[in-house]
Antibody
Framework: QVQLQESGPEVVKPSETLSLTCTVS????????WSWIRQPPGKGLEWIGYIYSIGRADHNPSLKYNPSLESRVTISIDTAKNQFSLNLSSVTAADTAVYYC??????????????WGQGTLVTVSS | QSALTQPASVSGSPGQSITISCSGT?????????VSWYQHHPGKAPKLMIF???KRPSGVSNRFSGSKSGNTASLTISGLQAEDEADYYC??????????FGGGSKVTVL
C-alpha cells in the first residue's frame, strides 16, 4: 500500500520560503505523477503543481505548475530517497493552508489523485 | 474563486439519495471525461470516490456513482448513511490551469 507523508516547518515568516517534503513508502516514486495540493482554512482545495520522473540521470523531470502560483513555486524530486519537495517563495498570510502531497492514479497521467498524504498545516506568521 | 461551481451544502435523511452538482465549462468538464470526486473528513486525507466521471475505485461503496451531462458533472450518493457526512470536492482537467477543483459541498445527514 502506497503511503505519503508530508514534513516541514509548521510556521514560516512572511516573505520567506515555505519548504515541504513528501516521503513516499510502499512503492517507487518513479514513473508516476506527484502533486502538491493545498487548502486554506475554511476554503476549498487548490492544485499547486506536479512532477514526474523515470529515475534516470539523463531524463529531466517533467513539471507543471498552477499558473496562479507559477512565479513562486518550485517542485523537485529525489528518486534515490523516494521523496519530492515543494518550495513556495515570498509567502504571505494568504499562503497559510493545509498542504497535501498526492499521487496520480495512473502512470499515464489521468488527472485524479489515488493516494494522499495526511496533510500538514503551514501558518505564515511573524 | 474556484473554477468549478458546487452547492455549498446538500442534505438528506438516512436511506435517501442525494446528488451533488459540479458545474464547469465547455473547456473543462464539458470537453474531457477527466472529472474526479473526493470525500474529505476534516483532519483526514481526502479519499478518491470517483474518477474519469463514472469509475469507482476498488473498495468504494457502490452507493456512490458519478455522471456527466453537458458542462455539469454529478455525484450521487444512494442509501445515505451517517458516515457519508463529509465535504465533497469535484476536480477536472482544464487545459489553461491543468487541474481545477470545485469549492466543495458539505453533506449533512439529517
Amino acid at each position: 500500500q502506497v503511503q505519503l507523508q508530508e514534513s516541514g516547518p509548521e510556521v514560516v515568516k512572511p516573505s520567506e520560503t515555505l519548504s515541504l517534503t513528501c516521503t513516499v513508502s510502499g512503492g517507487s516514486i518513479n514513473s508516476y505523477f506527484w502533486s502538491w495540493i493545498r487548502q486554506p482554512p475554511g476554503k476549498g482545495l487548490e492544485w499547486i503543481g506536479y512532477i514526474y520522473s523515470i529515475g534516470r540521470a539523463d531524463h529531466n523531470p517533467s513539471l507543471k505548475y498552477n499558473p496562479s502560483l507559477e512565479s513562486r513555486v518550485t517542485i523537485s524530486i529525489d528518486t534515490a530517497k523516494n521523496q519530492f519537495s515543494l518550495n513556495l517563495s515570498s509567502v504571505t498570510a494568504a499562503d497559510t493552508a493545509v498542504y497535501y502531497c498526492a499521487r496520480d492514479g495512473s502512470t499515464s497521467l489521468r488527472y485524479y489523485f489515488e493516494y494522499w498524504g495526511q496533510g500538514t498545516l503551514v501558518t505564515v506568521s511573524s | 474563486q474556484s473554477a468549478l461551481t458546487q452547492p455549498a451544502s446538500v442534505s438528506g435523511s438516512p436511506g435517501q439519495s442525494i446528488t451533488i452538482s459540479c458545474s464547469g465549462t465547455s473547456s473543462d468538464v464539458g470537453k474531457y471525461n477527466l472529472v474526479s470526486w473526493y470525500q474529505h473528513h476534516p483532519g483526514k486525507a481526502p479519499k478518491l470516490m470517483i474518477f474519469e466521471v463514472t469509475k469507482r475505485p476498488s473498495g468504494v461503496s457502490n452507493r456512490f456513482s458519478g455522471s456527466k451531462s453537458g458542462n455539469t458533472a454529478s455525484l450521487t450518493i444512494s442509501g445515505l448513511q451517517a458516515e457519508d457526512e463529509a465535504d465533497y470536492y469535484c476536480c477536472s482537467y482544464a487545459p489553461t490551469t491543468t487541474l481545477v477543483f470545485g469549492g466543495g459541498s458539505k453533506v449533512t445527514v439529517l
